[in-house]
């Protein structure tokens, strides 16, 4: 999106005048992999913010298969929808919270408007970062897109890509810098001190980057009595 790890690296000099962090410079290699944490650091913080830095995937299911791989990339869930043979979005799936849930019949509110298919395509999952497990069994090949936060790539080389804003790369390489510097003294708490104030004005932004109009309440649920 934004860049390479190499202006996070004059970022981090700047911060640090003592670091020699230039192509083949002493500290160089010692500085990427502390920037590849602050990576993971912050990936990891944005996990726990709703819609932050959200991007889309597919993941496909096999027929008579009650199971799809969990994506390795998604640290995040936000929803998942299934998609006509066209790759239009045509419902939401909802989500199953009990454990085997899945099985043999549907959650509410699905059992009351469904019946209870033996396959078809999906209306409902449960999930656990291993699989997904799909409700009813698929009876084909179906194309599920999936709202999330996906890892990136860690950073190797200072070539490579930088998958987020410009205006991340002061924090990244504040807590980089600041990592490096655990080795003469700090305590690993000052870590999750420094991701508290660099990373949650960030955050706090990217979350909510669309203020045109105020955020209507939204039910799923209605009680008649």
């Known amino acids: 999106m934004a860049g390479t790890v190499a202006d996070i690296l004059d970022t981090c000099e700047l911060l640090d005048n003592e670091l020699e962090v ?9 500085a990427i992999r502390a920037i590849t944490q602050a990576q993971h650091y912050f990936e990891t913080f944005c996990a726990t913010f709703p819609k932050v830095l959200q991007t889309v995937t597919t993941l496909t299911t096999t027929a008579n298969t009650e199971t799809t791989t969990w994506t390795s990339s998604i640290i995040r869930l936000d929803a998942l929808w299934y998609l006509d043979a066209n ?12 454990i085997g849930g899945h099985v043999p019949s549907l959650p509410w509110p699905l059992q009351v408007t469904l019946g209870t298919p033996a396959t078809g395509a999906p209306y409902g999952y449960y999930g656990n970062m291993a699989n997904f497990y799909w409700l009813p069994r698929p009876d084909a090949t179906h194309t599920i897109r999936v709202y999330g936060l996906l890892e990136q790539s860690r950073f190797t080389l200072r070539t490579d890509a930088v998958n987020y804003p410009y205006r991340c790369h002061l924090a990244l390489a504040q807590f980089a810098v600041k990592l490096l510097s655990l080795g003469v003294g700090d305590s690993s708490g000052e870590l999750d001190r420094l991701a508290g104030q660099v990373f949650t004005p960030l955050l706090r932004q990217l979350r909510k980057f669309d203020r045109s109009e105020p955020v209507g309440r939204h039910y799923t649920q209605y009680h008649t009595a």
């Open 22 to 30: 230039d192509s083949g410079e002493d500290d160089e290699a010692l």
């Open 87 to 98: 790759s239009n979005p045509v419902r939401k799936l909802s989500r199953i919270d009990e």
